[in-house]
């Protein structure tokens, strides 16, 4: 098993920023994958941004040159600092993990993140 925690959610205005992190423990020697997945309120679950062990990284559109993901494998972290926020970025954040060998996906419980006009 693998358990994530994400913090850095908050409240902040349109323009601002916020940098979420995800730690991960447990059984995480088969994870290849790491993500951040968001779910705005009304909406369809989306990927935002991933990223691989090898260092990999995909955006979706719209996010791209705003939220920026990162990794840290010594402390097991993922980050996603999120710039240039707007109302729209308004969602519920979930850090993801994949381990394509065993066939398994963790997530976490999620983190909000309020975007104010």
């Known amino acids: 098993q693998v358990q994530l925690v994400e913090s850095g959610g908050g409240l902040v205005q349109a323009g601002g920023s916020l940098r979420l992190s995800c730690v991960a423990s447990g059984s995480i020697f088969g994870i290849d994958v790491m993500a951040w997945h968001r779910q705005a309120p009304g909406k369809q679950r989306e990927l935002v941004a991933s990223?691989?062990?090898?260092?990999?990284?995909n955006y979706v559109d719209s996010v791209k040159g705003q939220f920026t993901i990162s990794r840290d494998n010594a402390k097991n972290t993922v980050y996603l600092q999120m710039n240039s926020l707007k109302p729209e970025d308004t969602a519920v954040y979930y850090c993801?993990?994949?381990?394509?060998?065993?066939?398994?996906?963790?997530w976490g419980k999620g983190t909000l993140v309020t975007v104010s006009s």
């Open positions: 990223i691989t062990s090898g260092g990999g990284i």
């Open positions: 993801v993990a994949d381990s394509h060998g065993y066939g398994m996906r963790y």
